[in-house]
C-alpha cells in the first residue's frame, strides 16, 4: 500500500507542549505510519496534569463549534477516511464531534471512527460527569471502533469488571461493533492485556507489565490500531502489532527513565515492532448464549 493510499485521519483530543500525551502521540504515530493527519486540539496544557498544576486552556464551545463546522464545509473533506477522538474539555465538545462524525459518513458510510473515551482511571473520573455522559450517549452508539481502559469501560457500562467475561458483557451492553478495552485482565502472572471484541470473535493480547508506565500508552494503542485497521490487516494480525508496539516503546522509555514517551527515538517501534505478544482466544458471550 503506497502511503498516499492509506487515508487522512482527524485527530481530535488534548494538545501537550512538552510531552507525548493525546494529540502529540496520536499523530506522531499515525505520520509515522504514513497518514496525513488533521488535529484539533480540545484543551492545551504545558504538560500532563500528572507532572503538576499547570495553567489549562480550554477550547471554548462556540470556538470548537465553529471550527468543527468549517472541516465540515471542507473542500478536501473527501480525503478523510477516519476520525480518532480521545480527550474532550466539555460535553458540547462531544456533541460536536459527533456533528463532524455523521456528517462525514453520509458521504462515506466507510469512514472509520475510533472512539477513546478518555474520562478516568481506577482513581475514578478525572472529567466532569457531564462530559462522560456526553461520550457514552453520542459519541460511543457511533463508534466504528471504541478503546476504553477497564476502569472507564466499568464507569460507561455502570457495572464492576472484575472478570474478563464481565468486560465482554459490558462492551456488548454498550454497542460498538468492535470493542477494544486496554488493562483487562491477563491469564499470565505480572503481565497485562488488550482485550479485543468483535462479531463473534473475542481477542487478548498479553505482554509484561511495566510498573509505572509513563501517560499516553492508550492514545497510542488507539492511533496505532486504527492504522492497522485501515491498512486491511486481520483483527487478530492488527491487534498483535498494535500491542507489541506500544508494548516495546514503554519498556524502552523505562529502560531509558524518562517520564514521558520516547515516541522520537522509537519510530521503528511503531512501523515494526519486535516485542513478543502473547495471543489467545477467548469464549465471546454469543457462543455461550447459542440453543
Not at 61 to 81: C, H, M, N, Q, Y
Not at 140 to 162: H, K, M, Y
Not at 191 to 203: E, I, V
Request: glycine share 8%.
Amino acid at each position: 500500500m503506497n502511503e498516499s493510499d492509506k487515508g487522512t485521519v482527524i485527530v481530535i483530543s488534548s494538545h501537550v507542549v512538552r510531552g507525548t500525551v493525546g494529540n502529540r502521540a496520536a499523530v506522531f504515530a499515525l505520520e509515522t505510519l504514513g497518514h496525513p493527519v488533521w488535529a484539533l486540539p480540545t484543551v492545551i496544557l504545558p504538560w500532563h496534569p500528572g507532572h503538576g498544576r499547570a495553567t489549562r486552556v480550554a477550547i471554548s464551545a462556540e470556538d470548537f463549534d465553529a471550527i468543527i463546522s468549517d472541516l465540515i464545509r471542507a473542500p478536501w473533506r473527501g480525503e478523510v477516511k477516519a476520525v480518532l477522538s480521545g480527550y474532550l474539555g466539555s460535553a458540547a465538545q462531544a456533541r460536536s464531534v459527533g456533528r463532524l462524525v455523521e456528517s462525514l459518513r453520509a458521504d462515506n458510510p466507510d469512514l472509520l471512527y475510533m472512539c477513546d473515551p478518555v474520562c478516568g482511571d481506577d482513581r475514578g473520573l478525572y472529567v466532569p460527569e457531564e462530559t462522560a455522559v456526553a461520550i457514552r450517549d453520542c459519541l460511543i452508539p457511533l463508534a466504528s471502533v471504541a478503546t476504553p481502559n477497564r476502569f472507564e469501560l466499568a464507569w460507561l457500562a455502570g457495572a464492576p469488571l472484575e472478570t474478563n467475561a464481565a468486560i465482554m458483557d459490558a462492551a456488548l451492553s454498550l454497542g460498538p461493533s468492535r470493542m477494544l478495552v486496554t488493562s483487562s485482565l491477563a491469564l499470565m502472572a505480572g503481565s497485562t492485556g488488550n482485550l479485543y471484541l468483535s462479531g463473534r470473535h473475542a481477542l487478548l493480547a498479553e505482554h509484561r507489565l511495566v510498573p509505572n508506565p509513563p501517560n499516553g500508552t492508550g492514545d497510542l494503542l488507539s492511533a496505532i490500531f486504527l492504522s492497522r485497521l485501515m491498512e486491511g490487516l486481520p483483527e487478530e494480525r492488527a491487534l498483535m502489532t498494535a500491542t507489541a508496539s506500544v508494548f516495546e516503546i514503554v519498556a524502552r522509555t523505562a529502560k531509558r527513565g524518562a517520564d514521558e514517551l520516547t515516541l522520537e527515538q522509537d519510530a521503528s517501534s511503531i512501523a515494526t515492532p519486535m516485542a513478543m505478544v502473547h495471543m489467545r482466544r477467548l469464549v465471546h458471550p454469543a457462543q455461550t448464549r447459542r440453543p
